[in-house]
T-cell receptor, first 114, second 113 residues
């Protein structure tokens, strides 16, 4: 089954404790992205990757890091989480379809930083 | 820069009512337009898309037409069901930068039996 998986689905942590949210896709997509979803703000892109070892900042990259060492994996790293990073996070991978790219989303990771 | 504006919710309708969720966009290039749906506790799923002006996307009884003259991509359904209750997101991607997706703030739809 084609899918994007994220782990963990729920995480409660404390300020400053480094964490990693994993993302994996089995569709051989070149493009992957991370978003955060906050009430009233929709989804905002954090980072994206066009291929292995190629990443770039989205609209809200501060406080986050990513890496793309393998095509299927795109982990999101919070080296020193703060309460304002409490949010719902989605990973997505993209496939070109005709004139556009369609994004496939993971189930989400709800992060709470206290 | 590119952006998407959609009507605020929540929208509450009775079953079999007509649905319209407004979406307008601003883009410098030639965007593709999308509607995504998010059911409770789940990720976003692509509902429909349109890649050029006057295209109509449709799926599961939902429709939206890409109107370049009014920069709009309104979502419509003739008869909603309780199972359509979800959050709907309008989005665009710029032809010149496929990795940049811009999402609206989402509209929550509640359908009552």
């Amino acid at each position: 089954e084609a899918q994007v998986t994220q782990n963990p689905r729920y995480l409660i942590t404390v300020t400053g404790k480094k964490l990693t949210v994993t993302c994996s896709q089995n569709m051989n997509h070149e493009y992957m992205s991370w978003y955060r979803q906050d009430p009233g703000l929709g989804l905002r892109q954090i980072y994206y990757s066009m291929n292995v070892e190629v990443t770039d900042k989205g609209d809200v990259p501060e406080g986050y890091k990513v890496s793309r060492k393998e095509k299927r994996n795109f982990p999101l790293i919070l080296e020193s989480p703060s309460p304002n990073q409490t949010s719902l996070y989605f990973c997505a991978s993209s496939s070109p379809t005709g004139m556009s790219y369609e994004q496939y989303f993971g189930p989400g990771t709800r992060l709470t930083v206290t | 820069g590119d952006s998407v504006t959609q009507m605020e919710g929540p929208v509450t309708l009775s079953e079999e009512a007509f649905l319209t969720i407004n979406c307008t966009y601003t883009a410098t290039g030639y965007p593709s337009l999308f509607w995504y749906v998010q059911y409770p506790g789940e990720g976003l799923q692509l509902l429909l898309k349109a890649t050029k002006a006057d295209d109509k996307g449709s799926n599961k009884g939902f429709e939206a037409t890409y109107r370049k003259e009014t920069t709009s991509f309104h979502l419509e359904k003739g008869s909603v069901q309780v199972s359509d209750s979800a959050v709907y997101f309008c989005a665009l991607s710029d032809l010149g930068n496929f990795n940049k997706f811009y999402f609206g703030s989402g509209t929550k739809l509640n359908v009552k039996p």
